[in-house]
């Protein structure tokens, strides 16, 4: 009896002592780590801006951020010498997006071409996350106005309804890597007045889109819509564009070139006629600035207990 | 006979050592940082740091998600982790190190101890030795770390364009404030 408590305790102290003198520095995080689920971890960045290049990117603003958007499209490249390769012409988007909440995006804009206004809203459906919830794409669905306010041509009936047009649009991105983001875009678009008579007022098109980082501040993006060819108008072509996003700060420059010179969606999805083959690419670049307007964000809400 | 009356009294002292000098943790420890410059001053709070205080050894380990930095503007926190520490890359920074002078503290009793902690720093993909003051609170039981230390982010290959210099101090004040309210 006494023999095995002297052979229990000298175990017992050889196993403190072992714990005493064990590795200088064990991982004591780990054990907590294993004990809970992996919070939740959301994508941020997917693109740097809420264009990729003429469409939308899933990205919205946060909550009173105020975007202040300029942008560009020169005239076509095939002018020639005359007309400066394109540079002597340009139309004109200025717009503003402000964030209502983190998901929920207001935006109105006027465009030189065709006169347009244009009024749209953002709502982020759903989120990249990882962890907890896991959700392998962001969704947002884009609502869009547009209202050209060109004079009618008075040689026909006109209806003032003939002014507006319609898009709705699901973009679904994932981004696959810190570099590497994609998107699709599947896209409807109405419109009340088309050129000619057989041309249909309903339209569908599917968007794919990317962008892929060069260095921390900049990336190659790329966007192409493709009509299906049954529903659009006749003499229309697909738009394609590739660019650069350039980020400083506050501003993000995007310079691109593009067969499309219209800057509203019904205009570049469904009303593009420029032909990459024929020379018909229109350089242009947006600027856009971003300000903290609104009520400043709530700090995080600290967890109970504490 | 003497040895089996030993026993239990000696088992009593084992248990007792290894219940009052205990693994104490928490989850939702505070940590934040400071910039202050010309331009605008930037600060971020982390209210989910995990550290863990082992009190026998004096061995002291933070993780802090990068992720969970949240700064008053939304582009501020993208830029933050796009450009700067690098979050999909490096998701944590991770302390390791412990109390270099366990002696002063005496966590049965109330009292605030001022100790120096040391050891290693991750962050960024960058490991660094760190030696810090600090103080350890005690009180009811309940032990609250709290310290303040500076790091200079050219250490840990954070680098800031030229364009935002002036925007962004190159040494940033971090605040640590963690309770241990949880025992292992």
Redesign the interface.
């Known amino acids: 009896m006494t023999r095995t408590s002297v052979l229990l305790l000298g175990f017992v102290f050889s196993g403190l002592s072992i714990r005493a003198q064990d590795h200088p520095a064990p991982d004591l995080l780990s054990a907590i780590d294993s004990q809970s689920a992996p919070p939740t971890s959301y994508a941020s960045a997917t693109f740097k801006t809420t264009r990729l290049i003429n469409g939308h990117t899933v990205e919205g603003l946060g909550k009173g951020v105020l975007d202040f958007k300029i942008s560009h499209r020169f005239g076509k490249l095939n002018g020639g010498g005359y007309q400066l390769w394109g540079l002597d012409n340009a139309t004109m988007r200025m717009g503003f997006d402000y964030g209502i909440t983190d998901r929920i995006l207001i935006g109105i804009g006027r465009s030189t071409f065709e006169k347009t206004f244009d009024l749209f809203f953002k709502v982020k459906l759903l989120r990249q996350s990882e962890g907890d919830i896991n959700m392998p794409f962001t969704v947002s669905y884009i609502p869009t106005m547009a209202w050209t306010t060109l004079k009618f041509d008075k040689s026909r009936k006109n209806l003032s309804s003939s002014r507006y047009s319609y898009t709705h649009q699901l973009l679904i991105a994932r981004k696959f890597s810190a570099n590497t983001s994609l998107q699709l875009m599947p896209t409807f678009v109405h419109q009340n007045l088309v050129p000619l008579a057989t041309d249909h007022n309903n339209m569908f098109a599917i968007g794919v889109g990317g962008r892929q980082k060069i260095t921390r501040r900049t990336s190659f993006n790329a966007e192409y819509y493709y009509q299906l060819p049954s529903t659009q108008l006749s003499g229309s072509t697909n738009s394609l564009s590739m660019g650069f996003d350039i980020e400083t700060g506050g501003h993000v420059f995007q310079l691109h070139v593009t067969n499309s010179q219209g800057m509203t969606e019904k205009q570049f999805i469904s009303n593009t006629d420029g032909k990459w083959g024929k020379g018909d690419i229109f350089f242009g670049f947006n600027i856009s600035r971003v300000f903290n307007v609104g009520k400043q964000r709530r700090k995080q809400v600290t967890p109970s207990g504490t | 006979?003497l040895?089996?009356g030993l026993?239990p009294v000696?088992l009593v002292i084992?248990t007792c050592t290894a219940l009052c000098a205990q693994?104490v943790?928490t989850?939702?420890g505070?940590i934040s940082f400071f910039s202050k410059s010309s331009v605008e001053n930037i600060s971020a709070?982390n209210?989910?740091v995990?550290s863990?205080l082992?009190e026998a050894t004096g061995?002291l380990?933070?993780?802090v998600?990068m992720?969970?930095f949240?700064?008053?503007?939304?582009?501020m926190?993208?830029?933050f982790?796009?450009?700067y520490v690098?979050s999909?890359?490096f998701?944590k920074a991770?302390f390791?190190?412990?109390i270099t002078d366990l002696s002063k503290v005496n966590f049965g009793t109330d009292g605030s101890y001022e100790v120096t902690v040391s050891?290693?720093m991750s962050l960024h993909g960058v490991t660094k030795t760190l030696t810090q003051p600090g103080t350890i609170q005690v009180k009811g039981g309940v032990v609250t770390a709290v310290s303040t230390i500076t790091i200079r982010l050219a250490d840990y290959n954070i680098s800031i364009?030229a364009?935002?210099k002036s925007?962004i101090a190159p040494v940033v004040d971090v605040t640590v404030d963690c309770?241990y309210?949880q025992k292992?």
């Not at chain 2, 949240?70 to 582009?75: D, G, M, V």
């Open positions: 006979m040895v089996k026993l000696l084992l693994k943790y989850k939702n505070k709070d209210n989910g995990v863990v082992d061995e380990q933070f993780s998600l992720k969970g949240h700064f008053k503007k939304s582009l926190e993208e830029h982790n796009e450009n690098e999909d890359k998701p991770i390791k190190g412990r050891g290693d364009p364009v935002v925007n309770i309210d292992m």
